[in-house]
């Protein structure tokens, strides 16, 4: 089992930025692709981004590419969500995810029942 814990939300101004972390603890980390996912008051979870195990690749959901960079340091067990550009509209919780990398089927990352271990998430408040 991976334990994740999620830090660095808060509260900004439209058009600034904030840099999330998510720091595993658990040996069952190693080989893990982790995804982040957010959601809003009265909204359903969403998917934001993926990163694999490797950092090799990555995916990012249409309302932010362009403007979040998730990147990793498996040395220090982190994943990290660079948000640049904020928006009203990214206010939410963020949350990450943790699945052993692999092919589970089309577009697995974006799907919230794929990933086994979840954090408590970090709010993310975005003024206009």
């Known amino acids: 089992q991976v334990q994740l814990v999620e830090s660095g939300g808060g509260l900004v101004q439209a058009g600034g930025s904030l840099r999330l972390s998510c720091v595993a603890s658990?040996?069952?980390?190693?080989?893990?692709?982790v995804g982040w996912f957010r959601q809003a008051p009265g909204k359903e979870r969403e998917f934001v981004a993926h990163i694999s195990w490797s950092g090799g690749t990555q995916y990012y959901s249409d309302s932010v590419q362009g403007r979040f960079t998730i990147t990793r340091d498996n040395a220090e067990r982190t994943v990290f969500l660079q948000m640049d550009m904020l928006k009203p509209e990214d206010t939410a919780v963020y949350s990450c995810?943790?699945?052993?990398?692999?092919?589970?089927?089309?577009?697995?990352?974006?799907?919230?029942?794929?990933?086994?271990?979840w954090g408590q998430g970090t709010q993310v408040t975005v003024s206009s």
């Open positions: 995810a943790a699945k052993l990398d692999g092919v589970y089927g089309s577009k697995w990352w974006t799907y919230t029942y794929n990933y086994d271990s």
């Open positions: 658990g040996r069952s980390f190693t080989g893990s692709a």
